[in-house]
């Protein structure tokens, strides 16, 4: 099979498509044809080497963590998939163990025509049919989050929210959320990006300047800012006012710079505030979508991988196989 791989940690133009052995499935896995698959931060900082106190690949390494496919081999004890289900979901690939989950949800690497996923986890569901492959193996991550910090900021109808960083994935998916909940949103963003965010739900979109921040705002998204870059953030919250970062790994709540208000983490492996089921039930229903901002072949991966650090992108990078 055709594969994205890593032979050495290195940048992205470093990457290249070669033949690997099809991974076959063992007890309680479940092997997915690939249709689809998205590329994330994950995947380049693994690669660079930004993980290595971590975890050391063991190299060729497969990237790749949302897909959508079909499955064609089922392992001896798997009973929720059969062959020809049409499946969709985020897995690590297996050597990244060190994020912790009771269920891990473990893959072979889905930037690949074929990969091998655990089957026994809350991060993989049946694709509906409603939704397209391509809008399938951009959603999970990004639909699973957008659910996720919507829980844990517990937005209600007319307060002003800041949302840092909208027009990535998360951004994208969560605006529409933010807009139906009744908040007035403020984003982030480009230049050119203001009429796309208006579009998703923005009310206003500002610069990425922290000094153009609004004040006295009722719950700060942050999707992008390292921990350093917090206390920015939380000076746009008004007194008792929530801060949720996505930011990994969790930082301490010093780093705001202020005790007044209350900092939420989010990174739920367990699916404790919603999984891949709960994203494909909101998606079917027509509640929560993600833009796409650019589609390559899988021919073209390193060139996809490649862009999406250099070039600014609207929404998810999607690589179809």
Known sequence: ?????????????????????????????????????????????????DYRELVELEFP???????????????AGVTDYRVGDEVFGQALPRQLRFVPARRPS????????????????????????????????????AGMTALGVMALAAIRPGEKVLVIGASGGVGTALL????????????????????VLRELGADEVIGYDAAGYPSGVDAVFDLVLPHD?????AAALR????????????PAKDLLGRDDVDLHFFL??????????????????GALSVRIARRYRLEEAVQAAVAYVREHNLGKVVVTM
């Not at 529409?176 to 963003?189: F, K, N, Q, R």
């Not at 007194?239 to 969790?250: A, C, H």
């Not at 739920?268 to 229903?285: F, I, K, N, Q, S």
């Open 1 to 49: 099979m055709k594969a994205l791989v890593a032979t050495a940690y290195g940048e992205p133009g470093q990457l290249s498509i070669a033949d690997l052995e099809v991974p076959r499935p063992g007890p309680g896995q479940i092997q997915v044809k690939i249709a689809a698959s998205a590329i994330n931060p994950t995947d380049i900082r693994v690669v660079t080497g």
């Open 61 to 75: 390494y497969v990237p790749g963590n949302e897909f959508a496919g079909t499955v064609t081999e089922v392992g």
């Open 106 to 141: 473990m893959s072979t690497g889905a930037l690949a025509e074929y990969a091998v996923f655990e089957a026994d986890t809350p991060l993989l569901a049946h694709r509906p049919a409603n939704i397209p492959v391509e809008q399938a193996a951009a959603l999970p991550i």
């Open 176 to 195: 529409p959320l933010l807009a139906a909940a009744g908040a007035h949103v403020v984003a982030t963003g480009a230049a050119g990006d203001h009429a």
């Open 229 to 233: 870059r917090l206390s920015a953030a």
């Open 239 to 250: 007194p008792g006012g929530r801060l949720v970062t996505i930011i990994y790994p969790e």
């Open 268 to 285: 739920d492996m367990d699916a404790e505030l919603g999984g891949m089921r709960e994203v494909a039930e909101a998606a079917e229903r």
